[in-house]
């Protein structure tokens, strides 16, 4: 998943205030289920003065033209069951600059397992131990800092696979490379990744050299399999694939063509409601589900192919 180019950075920006659990489906919603999605989203501890506020949590979305605010707070309040105070969010016009990364800068680190993304401002006090895995990602124009739950999930996901370390990794559709970089940190293994937008292609290649598996992560710009070198390297025994419900359906029968017996998939970016066909989809392509990291609204799924 991406998000749009600077050239189109946002200029205004809708502020929610509320309890961490609802102000994280806002930040879900804006970004996934609203269409146009918003620019960036940021979620972040309220403050009041100068301290981090104990239980409230602002969602800010950004967006590059006037949102349908109707069309918000339809969707919230359908999703929602309790209304409170953010249904009716705060509602400024901002000046020109680069909002996508203002917004993303803002994000503290990630936990998941034993992954730690964070960005250069928070390097010097992360709390770490022995078995921390780091992975440091700038706020730029590609999906994937970690704080969404897709790959939050495929984190956590991956930390639990234990002793399983494959030799054929595929990250399809790897935004920001988080998992790709997560892999080859993981197990030290060669890494194949691609994206179907050349911006996010740029900004892997970029992420891979900042954390120092540029030698091991090689990043295509490609629809699913669709390049050449691909499909060379098939069969793969481990793929992620954090996209959407939609393009996870389609390319069920290619993951079967180039997964190898045994291999796993691992699938995110599908909503709660859209698993049953997901889970179809796989099962019909001969693949059996191991395991799933159970979310309200994001849960990601692991596969064997049989």
């Known amino acids: 998943m991406t998000s749009p180019s600077a050239a189109n950075a946002p200029t205004f920006k809708l502020?929610?205030?509320g309890g961490e659990d609802q102000m994280k489906l806002i930040a879900d919603l804006m970004a996934d289920a609203l269409d146009p999605p918003a620019e960036a989203v940021s979620l972040r501890k309220a403050v009041e003065d100068?301290?981090?506020?104990?239980?409230?949590?602002l969602a800010e979305a950004y967006f590059a033209e006037p949102p349908d605010r109707q069309a918000i707070a339809a969707l919230i309040t359908h999703v929602v069951d309790t209304p409170g105070p953010w249904v009716e969010p705060a509602f400024e016009e901002l000046p020109d600059d680069d909002w996508v990364k203002f917004a993303l800068g803002s994000l503290g680190p990630v936990k998941a397992g034993r992954f730690i993304l964070h960005g250069a401002h928070d390097r010097d006090h992360l709390d770490t131990d022995e078995t921390s895995i780091t992975i440091e990602v700038e706020a730029n124009q590609a999906f994937g800092t970690g704080h969404h739950p897709t790959t939050a999930g495929c984190l956590m996901?991956?930390?639990r696979l234990g002793g399983f370390a494959p030799k054929a990794i595929f990250d399809l559709g790897c935004g920001s490379a988080v998992l790709a970089i997560a892999a080859a940190k993981l197990w030290g293994r060669s890494i194949t990744a691609s994206d179907i937008d050349q911006r996010s292609v740029e900004i892997a290649r970029e992420n891979a050299g900042h954390n120092g598996v540029d030698d091991k992560i090689e990043i295509f710009e490609s629809a699913g399999f669709d390049h050449d070198a691909l499909q060379t390297r098939a069969p793969y025994d481990f793929v992620f694939a954090n996209i959407l419900a939609g393009p996870l359906v389609e390319l069920s029968a290619d993951m079967a063509t180039y997964v190898e017996k045994n291999g796993r998939v691992m699938l995110a970016g599908l909503m709660a409601d859209q698993e049953a066909k997901v889970h179809a989809a796989y099962e019909k392509a001969g693949f059996r589900q191991i395991n799933r990291l159970d979310h309200p609204t994001w849960p990601v799924l692991l596969y064997v192919r049989q």
């Open 15 to 17: 502020t929610w205030r």
């Open 50 to 57: 100068g301290a981090p506020h104990e239980t409230d949590f």
């Open 157 to 159: 996901l991956l930390d």
